[in-house]
C-alpha cells in the first residue's frame, strides 16, 4: 500500500475518533477546548443552526476522508461506513445527562455525509483521469510503489 495512502487511512481514523470524542463530551461548548482558536468556537457556540450546522461539517470531512482512504472506493461502503459513525456519535449523545441528540444533527450529519463522499468521489475521480495515483482496482498486485 502506497504510503499517501496509508497516511490518508490515519487521517481517517484520527478525524472519525475526533467526531466521536467531540460528540460525547459532557459539554458541548467548542470554545472550551484549548486545540480550537477563540474565534471558530465562538462561531460554532453562537447555537441555534450553527450548533446543528457544525454536526454536518464535521461529518462532512470525516465521510470525505473515509471514502478518499478506501479501496475500492465504493460510495456505498463510504456512505455505510460514514453513517455508521454518524450514529455512533448521535445515539452516545442519548447516555449523556447534559448531552442531547437530535433529529437535526442527524439530519445534518446526514447531509455532511453526502457532500463530504461526493466531493471526495469527484477528486479522486480528477486525480485518476489527469494521471494522479491509480485506484487501487486498476494497479496490478505486486507492482512498483506498492
Given at each position: 500500500?502506497?504510503?499517501?495512502?496509508t497516511l490518508i487511512q490515519c487521517i481517517a481514523a484520527g478525524t472519525?475518533?475526533?467526531?466521536?470524542?467531540?460528540?460525547?463530551?459532557?459539554?458541548?461548548?467548542?470554545?472550551?477546548?484549548?486545540?480550537?482558536?477563540?474565534?471558530?468556537g465562538a462561531w460554532l457556540d453562537r447555537g441555534g443552526a450553527v450548533?446543528?450546522?457544525?454536526?454536518?461539517?464535521?461529518?462532512?470531512?470525516?465521510?470525505?476522508?473515509?471514502?478518499?482512504?478506501?479501496?475500492?472506493?465504493?460510495?456505498?461502503?463510504?456512505?455505510?461506513?460514514?453513517?455508521?459513525?454518524?450514529?455512533?456519535?448521535?445515539?452516545?449523545?442519548?447516555?449523556?445527562?447534559?448531552?442531547?441528540?437530535?433529529?437535526g444533527d442527524l439530519g445534518w450529519g446526514l447531509v455532511g455525509v453526502?457532500?463530504?463522499?461526493?466531493?471526495?468521489?469527484?477528486?479522486?475521480?480528477?486525480?485518476?483521469?489527469?494521471?494522479?495515483?491509480?485506484?487501487?482496482?486498476?494497479?496490478?498486485?505486486?507492482?512498483?510503489?506498492?
Amino acid at each position: 500500500m502506497p504510503l499517501r495512502q496509508t497516511l490518508i487511512q490515519c487521517i481517517a481514523a484520527g478525524t472519525g475518533t475526533l467526531v466521536i470524542v467531540l460528540s460525547w463530551l459532557p459539554d458541548s461548548r467548542m470554545g472550551r477546548l484549548p486545540l480550537i482558536p477563540g474565534w471558530l468556537g465562538a462561531w460554532l457556540d453562537r447555537g441555534g443552526a450553527v450548533a446543528t450546522l457544525r454536526t454536518g461539517l464535521a461529518m462532512a470531512a470525516a465521510a470525505g476522508l473515509i471514502h478518499a482512504a478506501g479501496a475500492p472506493r465504493s460510495v456505498r461502503r463510504s456512505v455505510l461506513i460514514s453513517a455508521a459513525l454518524l450514529l455512533a456519535a448521535e445515539g452516545g449523545q442519548l447516555f449523556l445527562t447534559s448531552r442531547q441528540a437530535s433529529l437535526g444533527d442527524l439530519g445534518w450529519g446526514l447531509v455532511g455525509v453526502a457532500v463530504g463522499v461526493a466531493c471526495a468521489h469527484g477528486l479522486t475521480g480528477l486525480s485518476r483521469r489527469s494521471g494522479g495515483t491509480p485506484s487501487d482496482e486498476s494497479s496490478p498486485q505486486g507492482t512498483v510503489g506498492d
